[in-house]
């Protein structure tokens, strides 16, 4: 039996160079494929933590060594801001750049997706693409340049989705960008990237991936949603759930079931942490899709009112609530509330996450009778979530987090304007 | 129990006008996003016997209300040659088309893609992209108009690969074009349009989907070929199985196990004909990355050789055997000899086909016996294959379609051009 134990020797910093496989030969072709491209002047966007490590300097070499010129924005911010997107569009502008690598998590990926539609877009105002009710929610026309994400976590899956989130410091919420124009070209899923997680950013973005599965696989079905768009081009990237992405939301929580504690207790579990990185982009393909409900709604302002909390093993000079924990924390409260829509689909879950539906029963002719019903849906995968929760050391509810009752107006006038997704 | 006995009112012809469910609304979508395409000279394309029904209708009527001008290609031929390819790519090459639009089943929107690829690079010698060793097997690098697959049939999932398949007369084999450049900008899966479809046509697109999704399930892992292309432009269409084609084929097969027979028999059970399409859509997305293996490979010769044989409800002036035929006769055999380098993956198949793996155990703390051996995992699964083809009144092996020991060095011979696939 593994131990609950995290054996991560890496605990005080987000990313450390140790020594073992070497990620490259996959990363290489990505820039045979921007020669390709017939990219001739590159941004590559990262932040200041990775700049230095592996999964940057091999794509600095590549570039290098296919003769294609490039400039390094290390700016960007994690978790960021509209201030922060400025910034790298401001830089993307000057450049003039005819294509982008993005390498490292979310963050990065979706700064760079914000500076790719801003710098090919230069006469639009900000807000124009951010989603209403914030923003003008315009849809995207103009056509963008070539983008390659290298995802260094496996929780985002913003390499598969048409999505950039970040906050809106002026209101103190989180919002977004979304527009199936902005998906990444390519998506580079080299699992040796993820080698160098500390444990605790693993299981923080596990998190992410389980919620994504969860809240998509739930989410109202594209059936149900109405009115029609009156033209595609205003279709929303969230359209419901629907067969397609049902099938990513199932698979993915599976390999999070399965991988995602071996991933995080042991650094050196390259199947574990390789399933789990195809997990984030295989949950990404789906939600990118159905969209994210109640979780993610109200994780925005979890994390955008953080006070004071700093997540162990972040190498941030901000307090922060990571993304996957704001998201994960509210998780058996949220099923339990919405399983009276689609018990079945909770149910299915909760087996997934390694429930006994079928508990004292004996095979009769090969059907088992379930004693689970459709009633306790909730609970029962409220109580799986809690569980596994447990086994991680996760931080118990809000109160970990610095929050008290008197938090509860704020959290909520938050929440609203993530309604609906 | 459903009744073995087709129910199909539509017998004697392709396509009948029947009354019943209209597709439409979402069919018209299509013609908004060519409108957002900023296409105003379209090429439709189809055959004569779809030309006079709804699916072409629909879309006309809908180009003429979007006030886009186009011309109508009916003289798409079911099972293309090199001629009939050529006929269509002059057409395109004279119309100056800017977006393409290919209404039928695979022989129409494969025909479609090559008139776009080479309407597209109009100095190129046809077997410059042809696959080696017939063609040249060149990389594409030109750009190609949007193309708008709208697929009638529920076998081909040429909605959504990147390959065209045609029948090189000179040689009596057939072949094709593989790249990822000439996949469908966007496919229009609507159920509706499959409900006209006889019964003999489901069966055998349905035998297509079902050896699509067993084929690439089975195929050698993408880990175990070798050389790696030196640049990835030249990676093939079809790369091996991989984690991600296996997620499409083992669901497109749960679909065909559970529906194909309802499909054939039943014409208006619009569930079955509704998952089927999706079906055919799932393990094209599967196999257009994985590849397929010796059923296809043999099922060339095995159509491209035909004396006399002409398919029941197949309404075309020249012998005939489906595709879909051609490529499941063979399927018991191939798998037979497969399964002895995947044996697990051949089990699992047939075990999705309904056979049981744990006969006569019994439920031990969740755990049954499995008596099913890895040795047997050929005959098994072939078992379960003639089962299910003759619950399916399929002709039985290749003397049904008229061929003798004599012919096998011609089959073989046939066969040998398109290896490896």
Same mark, same amino acid.
């Given at each position: 039996?593994?131990?609950?134990?995290?054996?991560?020797?890496?605990?005080?910093?987000?990313?450390?160079?140790?020594?073992?496989?070497?990620?490259?030969?996959?990363?290489?072709?990505?820039?045979?494929? %921007?020669?390709?491209?017939?990219?001739?002047?590159?941004?590559?966007?990262?932040?200041?933590?990775?700049?230095?490590?592996?999964?940057?300097?091999?794509?600095?070499?590549?570039?290098?060594?296919?003769?294609?010129?490039? @400039?390094?924005?290390?700016?960007?911010?994690?978790?960021?801001?509209?201030?922060?997107?400025?910034?790298?569009?401001?830089?993307?502008?000057?450049?003039?750049?005819?294509?982008?690598?993005?390498?490292?998590?979310?963050?990065?990926?979706?700064?760079?997706?914000?500076?790719?539609?801003?710098?090919?877009?230069?006469?639009?105002?900000?807000?124009?693409?951010?989603?209403?009710?914030?923003?003008?929610?315009?849809?995207?026309?103009?056509?963008?340049?070539?983008?390659?994400?290298?995802?260094?976590?496996?929780?985002?899956?913003?390499?598969?989705?048409?999505?950039?989130?970040?906050?809106?410091?002026?209101?103190?919420?989180?919002?977004?960008?979304?527009?199936?124009?902005?998906?990444?070209?390519?998506?580079?899923?080299?699992?040796?990237?993820? %080698?160098?997680?500390?444990?605790?950013?693993?299981?923080?973005?596990?998190?992410?991936?389980?919620?994504?599965?969860?809240?998509?696989?739930?989410?109202?079905?594209?059936?149900?949603?109405?009115?029609?768009?009156?033209?595609?081009?205003?279709?929303?990237?969230?359209?419901?759930?629907?067969?397609?992405?049902?099938?990513?939301?199932?698979?993915?929580?599976?390999?999070?079931?399965?991988?995602?504690?071996?991933?995080?207790?042991?650094?050196?579990?390259?199947?574990?942490?390789?399933?789990?990185?195809?997990?984030?982009?295989?949950?990404?393909?789906?939600?990118?899709?159905?969209?994210?409900?109640?979780?993610?709604?109200?994780?925005?302002?979890?994390?955008?009112?953080?006070?004071?909390?700093?997540?162990?093993?972040?190498?941030?000079?901000?307090?922060?609530?990571?993304?996957?924990?704001?998201?994960?924390?509210?998780?058996?409260?949220?099923?339990?509330?919405?399983?009276?829509?689609?018990?079945?689909?909770?149910?299915?879950?909760?087996?997934?996450?390694?429930?006994?539906?079928?508990?004292?029963?004996?095979?009769?002719?090969?059907?088992?009778?379930?004693?689970?019903?459709?009633?306790?849906?909730?609970?029962?995968?409220?109580?799986?979530?809690?569980?596994?929760?447990?086994? %991680?050391?996760?931080?118990?509810?809000?109160?970990?987090?610095?929050?008290?009752?008197?938090?509860?107006?704020?959290?909520?006038?938050?929440?609203?304007? @993530?309604?609906?997704?």
């Amino acid at each position: 039996m593994l131990s609950s134990r995290c054996q991560c020797p890496t605990h005080s910093h987000t990313y450390s160079q140790a020594p073992g496989p070497s990620p490259g030969e996959t990363t290489d072709y990505a820039f045979e494929d %921007l020669q390709n491209m017939g990219a001739k002047s590159v941004c590559l966007m990262t932040d200041k933590n990775l700049s230095r490590l592996p999964p940057v300097q091999i794509v600095m070499d590549s570039l290098s060594k296919n003769g294609i010129s490039f @400039q390094v924005y290390d700016d960007v911010r994690v978790e960021p801001t509209d201030g922060s997107f400025m910034d790298a569009i401001e830089f993307a502008k000057k450049g003039a750049f005819d294509a982008y690598v993005a390498v490292g998590g979310g963050s990065t990926m979706d700064t760079c997706k914000a500076a790719n539609l801003y710098a090919s877009s230069p006469h639009s105002e900000f807000l124009d693409y951010v989603n209403a009710p914030i923003g003008k929610g315009k849809p995207v026309t103009v056509p963008l340049k070539p983008l390659i994400a290298v995802p260094t976590t496996s929780g985002t899956g913003s390499e598969t989705t048409g999505v950039a989130i970040f906050d809106y410091e002026h209101l103190k919420v989180k919002t977004g960008i979304a527009s199936r124009a902005i998906k990444p070209t390519l998506g580079l899923v080299d699992p040796l990237h993820t %080698l160098h997680m500390p444990c605790q950013v693993v299981a923080n973005s596990g998190f992410d991936v389980l919620c994504h599965a969860l809240e998509s696989y739930t989410a109202i079905p594209y059936s149900m949603r109405a009115p029609c768009p009156s033209n595609p081009i205003q279709r929303p990237a969230y359209q419901g759930s629907n067969p397609i992405s049902d099938i990513w939301a199932v698979h993915a929580l599976r390999i999070v079931a399965k991988y995602l504690k071996r991933a995080v207790r042991n650094p050196d579990d390259l199947e574990a942490r390789s399933k789990m990185h195809l997990a984030s982009a295989f949950a990404g393909i789906g939600f990118g899709n159905a969209g994210v409900h109640l979780c993610h709604g109200m994780s925005y302002p979890i994390s955008g009112l953080v006070k004071t909390y700093k997540a162990k093993e972040y190498n941030v000079d901000h307090p922060l609530v990571p993304h996957g924990l704001s998201v994960v924390l509210t998780s058996p409260a949220v099923f339990t509330f919405t399983a009276q829509m689609f018990p079945e689909r909770h149910l299915k879950t909760a087996e997934i996450l390694g429930v006994n539906l079928y508990p004292g029963s004996v095979a009769l002719q090969g059907a088992n009778i379930r004693t689970a019903k459709t009633q306790d849906a909730g609970p029962v995968l409220a109580d799986a979530l809690r569980k596994f929760l447990f086994d %991680l050391n996760v931080d118990d509810g809000l109160a970990a987090l610095g929050y008290s009752k008197d938090d509860i107006p704020a959290l909520v006038k938050g929440t609203l304007p @993530q309604l609906p997704m």
